[in-house]
Nanobody, 114 residues
Framework: EVQLVESGGELVQPGGSLRLSCATSGFTFDDYGMSWVRQAPGKGLEWVGSINWDGVTTAYAESLKVRFTISRDNAKNTLYLQMNKLESGDTAVYYC???????WGQGTLVTVSS
């Protein structure tokens, strides 16, 4: 059974930082690039960024690339999203995804508010 389980979402003040994790199982993690996608309240899905299978290459939405960093630990089958200088506009449910296989997690909620 394929599982992607995000964690780390919480309420954080503007300017703060968070690191999200996505623990995976049920597929060969290091065979695939992985992505983070978010959905703000009342809005559609927004691609955050992606990382290739070995973590060497990353790509980000232009508006996020200065503040967000994606990494992975293939030994732990885990994907990460480091988010810095968070803004209210970053409030969203964050999903990790293996887009090639269309595997998605259930999401973790990040709320940025004072």
């Amino acid at each position: 059974e394929v599982q992607l389980v995000e964690s780390g979402g919480e309420l954080v003040q503007p300017g703060g930082s968070l690191r999200l994790s996505c623990a995976t199982s049920g597929f060969t993690f290091d065979d695939y690039g992985m992505s983070w996608v978010r959905q703000a309240p009342g809005k559609g899905l927004e691609w955050v960024g992606s990382i290739n299978w070995d973590g060497v290459t990353t790509a980000y939405a232009e508006s996020l690339k200065v503040r967000f960093t994606i990494s992975r630990d293939n030994a732990k089958n885990t994907l990460y999203l480091q988010m810095n200088k968070l803004e209210s506009g970053d409030t969203a449910v964050y999903y990790c995804a293996n887009m090639k296989s269309d595997y998605w997690g259930q999401g973790t909620l990040v709320t940025v508010s004072s």
